[in-house]
Nanobody
Framework: QVQLVESGGGLVQPGGSLRLSCVASGFTFTLNTMRWYRQIPEKEREWIALIDAVASTNYADSVKGRFTIARDNAKNTLYLEMNNLKAEDQAVYYC?????????WGQGTQVIVSE
């Protein structure tokens, strides 16, 4: 079955960096557009980045220039490199893909930005 497993979250100071990973299984990773979302309590999940099958990328304005999405097809792994983190980046981060019009999500990884 389709599985997405995120990791790499944690506590980081403002201005710091983190790299999130999402290991995918159960589908043909190389063919799928992959996305990162984030969510803070009581707010809707926010799309922040995508990478398609040919590695074209797109970003939300809130993270453009600070975050980089990447994929390693040999490892079935999606990445999100996050630099110059701000307090407003604190959230649970999720990877997502869609297969035959059905959305699949990982369990999320928490990012805390604090002194």
């Amino acid at each position: 079955q389709v599985q997405l497993v995120e990791s790499g979250g944690g506590l980081v100071q403002p201005g710091g960096s983190l790299r999130l990973s999402c290991v995918a299984s159960g589908f043909t990773f190389t063919l799928n557009t992959m996305r990162w979302y984030r969510q803070i309590p009581e707010k809707e999940r926010e799309w922040i980045a995508l990478i398609d099958a040919v590695a074209s990328t797109n970003y939300a304005d809130s993270v453009k220039g600070r975050f980089t999405i990447a994929r390693d097809n040999a490892k079935n792994t999606l990445y999100l490199e996050m630099n110059n983190l701000k307090a407003e980046d604190q959230a649970v981060y999720y990877c997502q893909t869609a297969i035959r019009s059905r959305d699949y999500w990982g369990q999320g990884t928490q990012v805390i930005v604090s002194e």
